[in-house]
């Protein structure tokens, strides 16, 4: 394999999302391969105590990798070899074909999560469409979650329960860049920008989280779930990505490679995701979504807001930068 031309594609890979923006892979040349793994200092202990999003966003940045290296040109392949006392999850070693994708580097360069209106709904030929790639991967596919109504209460519940723990919050906290002024502005996290705040909510937001501790027995939880709005009424779908009944860690990072292959394809469908991970972080509101979708709660693998963008979101942060103004194009 041409370990230097994989390298100097890093930047467009970088572009794979990941909970919190906190970009957790790490990746390691050897003579062979290129190892990929996590960085626990970009973990996110306390509201993803199981690990479950840093291994969907592990396997987003290895599909990732595969469909920069084949709109390259480059001949590779995954080969899952999790190795939980080191960090590792698989490597990425040299085949005798491209990676077959649809997608190229130009759809991993536009995707972005879109937080604000998502007009419409989900096609039925879209769903068809995400149906088709979640389900080989074994589970129940994508579900359409009924009862919207029902819907924007458990939100607002889950929101309350996660602004209730001290620890969820605090982590929020370092993710955060509010002001751009903020050293990792354009490195890491969640922006104001990204987050669709305005200036005057995102000063708000600051002054709040830094007096949480006093504020918390007071009622800031409640406070802040209010104030951070009621996705739903941006519009849009909420799809939910179901596991199947046991899956183990190394499967957890092949659904990651789905759930980016489900982005990819709602953004070739000119459509956009808005991850509500919090319904499915709160064991009450995990539980109720079970209930609402008849399935098992542990099979909720992720949940998301989908629609038509009414205008682009902003891009988001990387550490790794891309330095050029559009990816490169495959031969
Ligand atoms: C596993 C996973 C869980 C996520 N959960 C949420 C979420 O609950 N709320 C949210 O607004 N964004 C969520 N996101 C979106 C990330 O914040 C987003 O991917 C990251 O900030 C990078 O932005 P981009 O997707 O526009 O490139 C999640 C992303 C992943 C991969």
């Known amino acids: ?89 698989g490597l990425l070693r040299p085949a005798p074909h491209r990676y077959p994708t649809p997608f190229r580097t130009t759809d991993v360069w536009e995707r972005r999560t879109h937080r604000g209106t998502l007009a419409g709904g989900v096609e039925p030929d879209v769903l068809a469409a995400l149906d088709a790639v979640a389900r080989p991967a074994g589970g129940g596919g994508v579900r359409t979650v009924p009862r919207a109504d029902r819907l924007g209460a458990l939100l607002r519940a889950a929101d309350r329960g996660s602004y209730a723990d001290p620890a969820v919050v605090a982590e929020l906290r370092r993710w955060l860049r509010l002001d751009p002024t903020h050293p990792d502005y354009h490195a890491d996290g969640l922006t104001d920008r990204c987050l669709a705040l305005s200036r005057p909510a995102a000063a708000g937001l600051r002054v709040a989280l830094a007096g949480y501790p006093l504020l918390r027995p007071l009622g800031l939880p409640r406070l802040l779930a209010a104030a951070g709005g009621d996705p739903l009424a941006h519009g849009g779908t909420v799809l939910v990505l179901l596991a199947p009944e046991h899956l183990d ?44 979708l008849d399935v098992a709660p542990q099979r909720l693998l992720h949940v998301t807001r989908v629609g038509r963008p009414t205008r682009p979101a902003p891009r988001s942060a990387r550490r790794v930068p891309a330095c050029a103004a559009a990816p490169p194009t495959g031969s």
């Open 1 to 89: 394999m041409d370990l230097d031309a994989f390298r100097a594609l890093e930047p467009w890979c970088w572009r794979a999302p990941s909970a919190h923006n906190t970009q957790p892979w790490r990746l390691r040349y050897e003579p062979d391969a290129v190892r990929i793994g996590w960085d626990p200092a970009y973990t996110l202990p306390a509201a993803d105590p199981t690990g479950r999003d840093l291994r969907l966003s592990l396997g987003a940045f290895v599909e990732t990798c595969l469909i920069v290296a084949a709109d390259a040109g480059l001949r590779l392949e995954y080969l899952a070899d999790h190795d939980e006392r080191h960090r590792w999850v």
């Open 249 to 292: 860690r190394s499967g957890q990072v092949e659904f990651g490679r789905v759930l980016l292959r489900s982005w990819l394809t709602l953004h070739t469908a000119g459509l956009a995701a808005h991850p509500l991970s919090q319904l499915i972080d709160v064991a009450a509101t995990r539980a109720a979504l079970g209930t609402l």
